[in-house]
């Protein structure tokens, strides 16, 4: 009976034990399936991280020899069977950490229920699904060291701050609030290293563990005073934390310290960085002081004051300005050379042209690049005077304005502060992501939207187009696809939405008065300088089409993945991505940030196509960059993730978008994203090297001499043109090294301040030299001794043939210095070298040329035509290999320039290279032309502006004589000379 008893009582205990575990592991699987959520990233971040801690510390090192197994792994000590263990060792952790940590998670549920669903673990769970991202960046080698810092940085701070809720509050602080904390807590960090710095510290305090001892304060005065049930005292912390939003702009005050004292040290004048500080800091607080005036009074008008919209509209962009730009200031530049002569020139010339005569940039004198590349250089100018090389010091501005734009464009595509934050900030393929050339196009957006969402007054569309205007003025590229792109879909909306018409009344009363505004600002203007700014349109119309000038002959390899994806693939994805938003236009943008995604995902989209051409012409896979054909491509393909799967979980849509951005960034990204790092790495960095000392600082731009580098290669012709030009004269440029006008202080003689290659067609060349009028130029800078005479390997003689012309007539050679060839006004009272340093040896680098194609284009497709015929003689001889018999040349007028028109016929089936030789037999003295004969049946006209040639104006040319690659393979049919039109 008692072994009965005892059976039972075994029995018992085992079923109870099969009942207690079905039942555990039923409310366990229960707890995963209703709040596994809450602990999903969180168990994989850390069960990764003990993976990749197990894996790092793994040994091959080959130490048992059991069975004299013998391989090429035996012979280099390696254990192929630790290898295979790692394998498998590194699973079982993964899956048994994914266990305990649901165990441990399951233990926290049961001990108080609601502690998963809390803010704090909320900011654990997606703070581990960024962190799981930086894992993945790991693997592909990228820098993401202070990410994770950050990760864990938060942590460590959230489970603080839920005991401190524990013990302290009543109500729960939301995450919006937490997020608030954490922005000050950074931002804070800033203030108090700038006082550390002040008294003496060589370097700034350690950000984490500042930032950490900031938010705890920060955390414990908010449970003590945001966790009351005390309405009053409820609605002061939450007027209060509306009002500290101003605190995020400390990071930029740390920078605008530094600034204004150097600034003030540049004009002589003695104040110490103490007072700046203190007076900025006085300001910032008196903004804190007004903004709680004012929330205070206009509280009680609202029903609630929303936390996630501050932390999205004023926080965050705050928070962003002001990091992005401390991050990517610097007090000087350290320049290694100065030998680009030519790009620096949009940045230069205008603010220098501006500062001195008044000339008014884009308006009366015109830059390539428009307002985006003088904008910053003109507040540095405004505020430190132009001194040699620093404009360009706040540049980094740019850097600023792109990453706010972006931050708004990313926000509205995703409807998430948060990941439009991570973006910016922390993901390190940023720069692949967000191109800067097109950041300045989310202004269109923004402002577009005001007429689709709010009432259509006239204020708003003058706000319109005034913003188009502005984008044009800002870069052209930028302005010209938003002014195509915004209006199509104007009315696309009136005739497709059921709740938006245009009102036309209103809208072309708006476009009047813009109209009227920008022309009575042009004919002011005009006034004042007196010169008719109305007759410079033709000049941009002119250079706006330019496609033909600046084109190259191949867009790229064509063989590479990443060429067939940006010229093939993703024009059809953005295509079929454009049509279905099209089809769907009502489902897809029924909410109204919905209707904001949508309207921003089609206008990036029609602005991909018409920015298209960029990489058609000439920025292409060809310079190796892939951002000036497929513009926004990657921000298109993620954020049609978010849009398309609006139904979808966040964090669902969040994983597809960085499974899309990896597969494309990775692979067809060009330049390669490999070494990229994210902003946050950036200022990380720059926090840990020592504080520049302001005092010693005795010029903004410290130049670092290494090997045979120079600040510029053109000292000597610098000098050159100071010591001999007068106060009203100036030089003539047509070596594309237009910077030697800054350096010299002299104006550039034209519309165009970078010549010659912007005055690129006829009438552009004709209105330059009509232009020269109004200047008085002694000297033209006419080619280099060696070097690049020339844009794209077109020689600067034929590709601007009409200035060539008029410089041969109206100059002589004078002089080399440092290898250039000055020339001097015929009959000028200017100096004249004692001895003429332009040798014949040196003029005969006017005298062979390589026209390739050139003659066939200029001989069957020259619109114009030389209609004038000055000699023509017919002739039925092949041209030998190796000398062809001369042809007389008659004494021709060569007063307005000459063509030489040759009938020639390919007998071959394949292309012939022939030279033309003309000059002068007494002298034996013969100058060159090589040219392309292409194949074909028929005799074909070849053209060639002979009078763009040095030596056809200024020697004895009368006779000419040909050869081609092979014996007899090309006939002359016709020689004509033509007279110039």
């Not at 008893?5 to 085992?14: A, G, M, V």
């Not at 941009?540 to 590479?560: E, K, R, V």
Request: positive net charge.
């Amino acid at each position: 009976m008692k072994k009965k008893r005892e059976q039972n009582s075994l029995f018992f205990y085992f079923y109870n034990m099969k009942v207690a575990v079905i039942s555990f592991f039923t409310a366990f699987r229960t707890f995963l399936g209703s709040h596994g959520k809450h602990i999903l990233f969180t168990s994989l971040f850390y069960s990764l991280w003990l993976v990749m801690r197990y894996a790092g510390s793994a040994d091959f090192e080959l130490v048992h020899f059991k069975g004299r197994m013998i391989s090429n792994a035996t012979f280099n000590a390696l254990d192929i069977q630790a290898r295979v263990s790692l394998f498998y060792n590194s699973l079982a952790i993964f899956l048994l950490a994914l266990f305990v940590f649901g165990l441990v998670a399951y233990g926290f549920h049961k001990l108080r229920n609601g502690i998963l669903n809390s803010a704090e673990n909320k900011i654990v769970n997606y703070s581990s699904f960024a962190g799981i991202i930086y894992f993945l960046f790991r693997i592909f080698g990228f820098e993401v060291t202070d990410g994770l810092e950050f990760v864990f940085f938060l942590h460590k701070l959230m489970p603080v701050a839920a005991l401190i809720g524990i013990f302290i509050r009543r109500k729960e602080i939301p995450v919006s609030v937490y997020t608030i904390i954490l922005t000050l807590s950074a931002s804070l960090y800033f203030f108090v290293s700038d006082i550390l710095i002040l008294n003496g510290s060589g370097t700034g305090p350690d950000f984490w563990i500042v930032s950490f001892i900031i938010g705890l304060l920060l955390i414990i005065t908010t449970n003590l005073f945001f966790g009351t049930q005390i309405p009053l005292i409820v609605q002061k912390t939450e007027i209060i934390v509306y009002s500290l939003v101003p605190l995020a702009f400390a990071p930029f005050a740390s920078l605008l310290k530094d600034e204004i004292f150097l600034i003030f040290k540049g004009k002589g004048m003695d104040v110490a960085p103490t007072p700046i500080f203190i007076c900025i800091w006085i300001i910032l607080i008196a903004i804190i002081f007004f903004r709680y005036k004012r929330i205070s009074k206009n509280v009680t008008k609202q029903n609630q004051l929303s936390f996630t919209s501050l932390v999205g509209k004023s926080y965050f962009p705050l928070f962003i300005f002001s990091i992005v730009s401390y991050t990517f200031y610097s007090h000087y530049f350290l320049r290694e050379s100065m030998q680009d002569m030519f790009e620096p020139a949009n940045h230069y010339l205008p603010i220098m042209e501006f500062s001195k005569w008044g000339t008014v940039p884009v308006i009366e004198k015109f830059n390539s690049h428009v307002l985006s590349d003088i904008v910053f250089s003109g507040i540095y100018a405004f505020f430190n005077d132009i001194k040699v090389n620093d404009l360009e010091l706040y540049d980094f501005l740019h850097h600023t304005f792109m990453a706010i734009l972006y931050y708004y464009l990313i926000r509205v595509l995703t409807r998430s502060p948060y990941i439009a934050l991570y973006v910016i900030l922390f993901f390190p393929f940023y720069y692949a992501l967000c191109p800067y050339e097109h950041a300045f196009a989310a202004l269109g957006i923004v402002v577009f939207y005001k007429i689709l969402e709010e009432k259509q007054t006239i204020r708003n569309y003058i706000l319109l187009f005034s913003t188009l205007v502005f984008l044009i003025l800002w870069r052209i590229d930028v302005g010209f696809p938003c002014l195509l792109i915004l209006p199509p879909i104007l009315f696309y909306y009136h005739f497709n939405s059921s709740s938006f018409r245009i009102n036309f009344k209103t809208m072309f009363k708006a476009l009047a008065i813009t109209g009227i505004v920008f022309s009575g600002i042009t004919i002011i203007i005009s006034a004042l300088r007196g010169v008719n700014l109305f007759a410079k349109v033709p000049y941009i119309l002119n250079y706006i089409s330019s496609a033909q000038t600046y084109g190259y002959t191949s867009t790229g390899d064509a063989n590479m993945a990443s060429y067939k994806m940006h010229y093939y693939i993703f024009p059809v994805c953005v295509a079929l991505i454009f049509i279905y938003m099209l089809i769907k236009f009502r489902e897809l943008s029924k909410t109204k940030p919905q209707r904001l995604a949508f309207l921003a995902l089609m206008v990036i989209c029609g602005y991909y196509f018409i920015n298209f051409q960029r990489g058609l012409v000439r920025h292409s896979f060809i310079e190796r960059i892939d951002s000036l054909v497929s513009s926004f491509i990657y921000i298109i393909l993620a954020g049609s993730v978010f849009i398309f799967l609006y139904k979808q979980k966040g964090y669902v849509k969040t994983v597809l978008v960085v499974l899309v951005l990896f597969f494309s960034l990775l692979n067809y990204k060009l330049p390669s994203v490999n070494g990229s790092v994210s902003v946050f790495e950036t200022t990380m960095s720059k926090l840990l090297k020592p504080v520049t000392n302001l005092d010693t600082l005795k010029s903004r731009t410290i130049i670092s001499f290494t090997g045979d580098s120079k600040l510029n290669d053109k000292k000597e012709v610098i000098s050159f043109l100071n010591h001999n030009l007068k106060e009203n004269e100036t030089f003539i440029d047509f070596t594309n090294t237009s910077l030697l006008y800054f350096y010299t202080g002299k104006p550039t003689p034209s519309y165009f301040y970078q010549n010659p290659i912007c005055s690129h067609n006829d009438w552009l060349q004709d209105k330059f030299i009509e232009d020269l009028k109004d200047y008085n130029t002694p000297y033209l800078l006419f080619d280099f001794v060696k070097g690049p005479n020339h844009m794209d390997e077109v020689p600067n003689n034929f590709r601007h043939y009409r200035m060539a012309e008029y410089f041969y007539k109206t100059f002589e050679p004078d002089t080399i210095i440092e290898e250039v060839r000055i020339w001097r006004r015929i009959n000028s009272t200017a100096h004249k070298s004692k001895q003429d340093t332009i040798t014949d040896r040196s003029v005969r680098r006017y005298k062979k040329y390589e026209l390739v194609k050139l003659p066939y284009i200029w001989g069957n497709f020259d619109s114009k035509g030389d209609e004038k015929k000055l000699y023509r003689h017919k002739d039925t001889a092949t041209i030998s290999s190796y000398y062809s018999r001369l042809q007389r040349i008659p004494l021709l007028d060569k007063s307005s320039g000459n063509t030489l028109l040759l009938k020639l016929k390919n007998l071959s089936d394949k292309d012939h290279t022939l030279s033309l030789f003309f000059g002068s037999v007494q002298k034996n003295d013969w100058s060159v032309i090589k040219f392309t004969v292409l194949k074909s049946e028929a005799t074909l006209n070849y053209a060639i502006r002979i009078s763009a040639c040095y030596s056809w104006i200024h020697e004895d040319v009368n006779h000419f004589w040909m050869t081609a690659e092979e014996e007899n393979k090309v006939k002359l049919e016709e020689v004509i000379f033509t007279k110039g039109n």
